[in-house]
């Protein structure tokens, strides 16, 4: 888990900084049994780009994957049973977020600060 979230992280900031003082703060989220990564708009990768023409202006974007049918219809124990054991589809959930995640009901939330650096970013 540490390493898809080390990659997702790598991937979703931009590319490039203008300092190497430059940080970008994420939000690690819990939902029960799935988390999320949260981070300001504005850091949002070039290649992720074409996600601001799905919202209006959002503050935050928060992603988060898990196990189809559990992430997405109900949260059972035979759903989880079948999510923790046996290979499932799995999927990406985007959300734009208007206010700052700590502003909405989250079961808990860590703040990372990242440099250039930790970001994977080169000069």
């Not at 888990?1 to 989220?29: G, H, K, N, Y």
């Not at 300001?40 to 049918?69: I, K, R, V």
Request: with cysteine; proline share 7%.
């Amino acid at each position: 888990m540490p390493r898809l979230l080390s990659l997702l992280i790598c991937f979703w900031l931009p590319l490039s900084a203008q300092a190497e003082s430059d940080a970008t703060t994420i939000l690690v989220i819990r939902h029960r049994w799935h988390t999320g990564v949260a981070f300001p708009a504005e850091h949002l990768s070039p290649s992720l780009m074409f996600l601001s023409s799905h919202f209006d202006a959002p503050h935050y974007f928060e992603f988060g994957w898990g196990d189809d049918a559990f992430y997405r219809k109900d949260n059972s124990a035979g759903l989880l049973l079948r999510a923790m054991l046996w290979p499932t589809r799995s999927v990406l959930h985007v959300a734009a977020l208007n206010h700052h995640p700590s502003e909405l009901p989250h079961g808990d939330i860590q703040a990372v600060c990242l440099d250039s650096k930790q970001q994977g970013v080169s000069e």
